[in-house]
């Protein structure tokens, strides 16, 4: 290499080397995996091609290349406690890959792997070992053939093709399907950078130290594996590699530590740059220093990507780094907030390939300042109660060593602190594990029960899905044999075919294909072409009927069982359909025009939200179903009921504005760099639709947000979004749109809820009957009633006064008549008295008065229903006489200052007087 490369130089390098070859440059999915609900997180380059290769999806090209956000912190693959405490592991890392569907395999893989490594970036050919599969625990073949293929590379040693077995070299999607061997590629980095250098240890390829890297794993997926252990060869082979991207810059940059990369260098500096540490001392400290960069860069795309923080699932995870970076930072002297400068150079660094990040910067400074500022509130406590807690495991730990009881917290504590302070689990682990102790995960898990359930992992790839993906790509191999469908498949078009007519291709019961099915049955449908919307984007799916000559089907629900397969799940309610019968297949119009109001209202109710409390409002999730629409945001409070008003008003005017609803496909990435929204956690092809609500002559609906300059012919843009749904053409046919409620969905997630069109004119009907019929108990008119109900309540607050006036002065006049009943009883005055309709209020004042006229040696209870006050004068405490004791005395329960004591009883409530007199003999023996 003759210069020094920067880290961007080199993934695009990557980029652009498959490119040429053929490749289709791919952008990164979120961090949120679309379309995945089993998985917490992206975790690998797999993820976003996973239903490519369970076959049920069918990509618009057979190369790919790209590099892919992941993150690593729960379930299987978790690397968060290894991070600060070595230079390899993140929690959030790229990995760059390259792909073949169907197209080349090992020979290609393999050539374009060495040219690239050696060729274009230049390392020695010399220092490269290729490790190969070898079963070891069955029958699978030797991978010879990849074996040969390295070994007839220009330079290549062939002694330096190395077999190893099913743990290093065979890869599974999961516990059964598409599998295969792979082929790792690993460098020798010179006998310096041996961690174990000087002991006995196994020093080599896949050894125990660290002097040989592995850079780059290529996979072939040839094989199919069966739950039986069987292994079928796949119709089509595949290619799946994955290169850690900080592993091979710290490589080429020449550099021990992948936090001596440039692609840390900006964080390093602003952290130096506010402890005053020089280089030396950095690196002497350098555990605090990589945690914290480690811990914003991940914060920071996990932010950009919609994940703020928040007490569970994905958010539970950005305020736990978030926290453990801020409390590492307070390691080398950081007390105040510092995070965001962090992020600046993180954005700095990563901006220009990732531009989610520059356009939510103020977003990601903000979460990441206010979460600082929240965890400084309460972390002094939070570890003041965790430092006793531990204080106390050591203690019993030196009590118990005889039975060498390990000194584990109980997980259940660490949820209270969690709780109660916000101190994550992980951070309280730490601290645990710094004093040579540890802390019950189990037992944390199982108090944080939601927490649990939305971050238990498992297998790296979450559960499968598509489990009949094989049966139905059977059946359309079939359809397509027989001519009966194209080498498309199913045709799709929820747009502009509410009505189709076809013929019943195939009918599958209970899993198996049949001829005719019967009334009642539970039948999946597939016909040559289908205009019913599947479930996608929040949007639910489309019902109707399929019907022909003597039976008709009542379809309930869609699903996409395979590539090019699409099934209209529904019920017999006439006849018995047959394969082969012509049908028509129609959607419910009226509950799909529902669904279209309430599609386009969310459209311009997240425009409404950025007018109103800013672009950090970015949609978090939705609902749109025919009867309300649901909407998720994230946004750190409560709206205020001026906000809420607000909103609705500019969505009710962008609505009377009649704006043109336009949908378009268009190339991903152009609709991304036009400033078409794009939602996290959303799964979206090479080609999108579009959806843009159009302003006419450039008129905002809202007035507070009108566009001076524009011309008056241009047409500004409301709303442009990237979205596969159904819309009404204008926005005028939301009719009407009222928002229900708003509240939290999740901590820095807001829920609104909604209706439109005719759910809005039912709710305006029912609030409208529910107000004339208060008009009529009141006697008014509807105008009126705030008036009338604000004077009712002036009238009742009045009488309520005068009512309490009445008891009080009762209750006054009834103790003085007691008074008269005060008995000795060891030369103590007592009294025992019911009140009758006083409250807790009224007998304190009493006893206070019983107090004044017996200010020594005096003692009374006063009860009324079954509240009990109970006083005792200061000689008497002095005595060891407390109030309390004589509640319980008489069989109550309560408690309070010694002279003053406030109680319940449970029986009847001149039986417990009774007993007062006993009570305090026994008290003053």
Known sequence: MSKKLTGNQIRQDFIDFFVEHGHTAVPSMSLVPGGDATLLFTNSGMVQFKDVFIGTDKKPYTRAVDSQKCMRVAGKHNDLEDVGRDDTHHTFFEMLGNWSFGDYYKEEAIAWSWQLLTEVWGLPKDKLYATCFRDDKGNVPQDDEAANIWRKQPGFDPEHVLFFGRKENFWQMAETGPCG????????????????????????????????????????????LFDDGRLESLPQKHVDTGMGFERIVSVLQGVDSNYKTDLFTGSLDVLRSLT??????????????????????????????????????????????????????????????????????????????????????????????????????????????????????????????????????????????????????????????????????????????????????????????????????????????????????????????????????????????????????????????????????????????????????????????????????????????????????????????????????????????????????????????????????????????????????????????????????????????????????????????????????????????????????????????????????????????LIVSEGSAAAGIRRIEAVTGRGAYDLVAKRFKTLKQAAGALKSSVEEVPAKVDALQEEISSLKKELATLRAQTALSAFASQLSNVQTVKDVRVLAAEIPDANADTLRSLADKFREKYPQNGAAVLAAGTTVIAVVTEDLVKRGLKAGDLIVGIGGKGGGRPNLAQGSLAGNAQEALGKLGKALEEKLK
């Not at 250098?197 to 040989?212: A, I, P, S």
């Open 181 to 224: 061997p792979c082929s790792e590629i690993h460098i020798d980095l010179g006998e310096e950078r041996d961690n174990l250098r000087g002991t006995d240890h196994v020093c080599g390829v896949n050894g125990e130290c660290t002097r040989y890297l592995e850079l780059w794993n290529n996979v072939f997926i040839q094989y199919n």
């Open 276 to 737: 005053g540490h020089s280089e030396k001392e950095m690196l002497d400290n350098f555990t605090p220093y990589r945690v914290v960069c480690d811990h914003v860069r991940s914060a920071a795309f996990l932010i950009a990507d919609g994940v703020v923080p928040g007490n569970a699932g994905r958010n539970y995870v950005t305020r736990m780094i978030i926290r453990r970076a801020a409390r590492f930072g307070t390691k080398i002297g950081l007390t105040e907030p510092f995070l965001a400068r962090v992020a600046q150079a993180v954005i700095s660094q990563y901006g220009g390939f990732y531009p989610e990040l520059e356009k939510n910067k103020d977003t990601i400074f903000d979460n990441l300042t206010r979460e600082e500022k929240r965890f400084a509130r309460t972390v002094e406590a939070g570890t003041a109660h965790l430092e006793n807690l531990l204080s106390e495991l050591r203690s019993e730990r030196s009590r118990e060593a005889a039975q060498s009881k390990s000194a584990v917290l109980d997980g259940r504590k660490a949820f209270d602190l969690y709780a109660t302070y916000g101190l994550p689990f992980e951070i309280s682990r730490d601290i645990a594990r710094e004093q040579g102790l540890d802390i019950d995960e189990n037992g944390f898990n199982e108090a944080k029960e939601a927490h649990s359930k939305a971050s238990g992992g498992g297998k790296a790839m979450g559960k499968l899905g598509g489990e009949d993906a094989e049966f139905f790509a059977n059946l359309l191999k079939d359809l397509q044999k027989n001519k009966k469908l194209g080498d498309h498949g199913v045709e799709y078009d929820p747009y502009t075919s509410p009505r189709v007519e076809g013929e019943v291709l195939a009918l599958v019961v209970d899993g198996v294909s049949v001829q005719s099915a019967a009334l009642d049955d539970q039948v999946e449908v597939i016909l040559p072409k289908t205009g019913f919307y599947i479930e996608s984007g929040g949007q639910v799916d489309d019902m109707g009927y399929i019907r022909s000559a003597g039976w008709e089907i009542e379809v309930t629900g869609m699903r996409r069982a395979s590539a090019g397969v699409i099934v209209h799940i529904g019920t017999v309610i006439a006849g018995q359909p047959r394969v082969g019968d012509q049908a028509v297949a129609e959607v419910d119009l009226v509950r799909r025009r529902d669904i279209m109001r309430n599609h386009t209202a969310t459209h311009l109710l997240h425009a409404a939200l950025h007018q109103v409390l800013g672009h950090h409002a970015r949609q978090a999730g939705s609902l749109v179903a025919p009867t309300h629409l649901r909407f998720d945001f994230t946004h750190p409070e409560a709206m205020t009921p001026e906000q809420i008003e607000r909103v609705e008003r500019i969505v009710n005017e962008a609505v009377a504005a009649d704006m043109e609803v336009t949908p378009k496909l268009r190339a991903r990435e152009d609709a991304i760099a036009e400033g078409a929204m794009a939602l996290f956690g959303e799964k979206y092809g090479e080609t999108v639709r579009t959806i843009t609500i159009l302003e006419s002559n450039g008129t905002d609906a809202d007035e507070s947000v009108v566009h001076p300059t524009a011309a008056v012919e241009h047409q500004h843009k409301y709303s442009y979004e990237l979205c596969g749904g159904t819309h009404i053409d204008r926005t005028s046919d939301v009719g009407a749109f």
